[in-house]
């Protein structure tokens, strides 16, 4: 990967990089993703994912250009209009964060452009807002929340606290685990975007008789979590979908994490062959076990060949039916699209353990099966 530009709009520096694959590439890819700041990792993990998956094919005819969003709508937007206008991308990917997505995927689609989310599912593009050029190979933002709900039933839990930040995703992420838990609400919280001090929030969790937390706090918001959970002395068992304890996370909050139970559509001991080959080849490539967002990018990428491998993104009909049929070897084994171009697959429970000096997931149970989304009904394409 060569630096192709360092370029200055309105006194910000942006970054950009590209994948030097061909001078004139056939396909040309944008993908804008947080590279900066808080949440990098996570940017970094599906680019690198991303990347790996494209090496891996040997293909000649795809250019991937890479901009860092600095988690900023407004410097998303800018990125977005820039790659559609001036780069002439045929397709967009790489956005992490659900605010940011919504402020950049409805424009892009409606100029024609085909967007392959690694990550955001807001429940906004699921219904009534989705598009037939709007692809999720993630999930849709509720799954996991919903597995989280499901695990507390199986679980015996009977009065969840529930904490989330107050953005898109913070919001799905309440809404999908009260969908499926039966039981009781001892608290509901929303907090900043980006918020590091929690002491105010444990002091409630501590009061309010809760017999479990379930709480939402990715990248560097879960690390502060739940570090001063685990000094605040509370007790009461914590769970939380995979963003909270992914890879990367987990090396940074350390024994805090032990033990808790998360849900997540992937780990890195799925049993499949897809799966276990590009485990080993991305410790190979980058020196560190895969995250659940690198597995993303990488089946992203995937799933964007096996279409290039079909039909002319400049044919957008039979792109985008290429697309629909999803015909790749996915690393979560299974895998088909929804009507609403939204992830069928199952759900899992994970629970944190410590191999030799490494913090990571094993594989408890499966809590949702072939499981799809409610939205299906409310997206008319």
């Known amino acids: 990967m060569n630096l192709k530009s360092l370029i200055l709009t309105a006194g910000v520096v942006f970054v950009a990089s590209t994948l030097s694959i061909a001078s004139f590439a056939e396909t040309k890819v944008g993908m804008i993703t947080t590279l900066s700041g808080g949440g990098a990792g996570l940017g970094i993990d599906v680019r690198d994912g991303f990347l ?7 293909r ?10 600095q988690r900023k709508p407004d410097i998303a937007v800018q990125l977005a209009d820039k790659m559609i206008q ?5 397709i967009l990917t790489g956005i992490i964060w659900s605010n940011l997505a919504m402020a950049v995927i409805p424009s ?31 999930w849709q933002n509720d799954n996991l929340y919903e597995a989280g ?15 989330a930040p107050n953005y898109p ?7 999908g685990y009260k969908r499926i838990y039966k039981g009781d609400i001892a608290g509901e919280l929303y907090t900043k975007l980006g918020q590091t001090d929690y002491a105010a929030e444990i002091a409630q969790i501590r009061a309010s008789g809760a017999d479990n937390v379930f709480f939402f706090l990715p990248g560097g918001m879960g690390i502060s979590f739940l570090k001063q959970y685990k000094d605040s002395g509370v007790d009461i068992p914590l769970t939380g979908p995979a963003f909270s304890f992914d890879q990367g996370i987990l090396q940074a909050v350390g024994d805090a994490a032990i033990g808790v139970v998360n849900t997540s559509q992937w780990n890195k001991d799925l049993d499949n062959a897809a799966n276990k080959a590009f485990v080993k080849s ?8 895969p995250s659940l967002y690198a597995s993303q990018g990488f089946d992203t990428a995937n799933l964007l060949i096996s279409a290039i491998d079909k039909a002319d993104v400049k044919d957008a009909d039979a792109f985008r ?3 629909k049929k999803a015909d790749f070897e996915s690393t979560r084994g299974n895998f088909k699209f929804a009507d609403n171009n939204h992830p069928i697959q199952s759900i899992y429970a994970r629970k944190v353990i410590k191999e030799g000096d490494v913090f990571t997931n094993e594989i408890v149970s499966v809590v949702l099966e072939n499981h799809s989304n409610v939205y299906v009904a409310d997206c008319k394409m």
Do not use: M, W
């Open 52 to 58: 790996l998956a494209i090496k891996q094919s040997g």
């Open 60 to 69: 000649k005819d795809i250019e991937v250009v890479i901009e860092d969003d």
């Open 86 to 90: 001036s780069e002439k991308v045929d």
């Open 108 to 138: 892009a689609t409606a100029q024609g452009k085909f967007y392959l989310s690694p990550n955001a599912g807001p429940s906004a593009l699921a219904g009534k807002g989705c598009h037939e050029n709007y692809f999720n190979v993630a």
């Open 149 to 163: 709900g499901a695990y507390a039933n199986t679980a015996g839990y009977k009065n969840s606290f529930v904490l």
């Open 169 to 175: 995703a913070g919001k799905d992420a309440i809404i």
């Open 282 to 289: 991305f410790q190979n490539e980058y020196g560190r076990l």
């Open 321 to 323: 039916a290429a697309l």
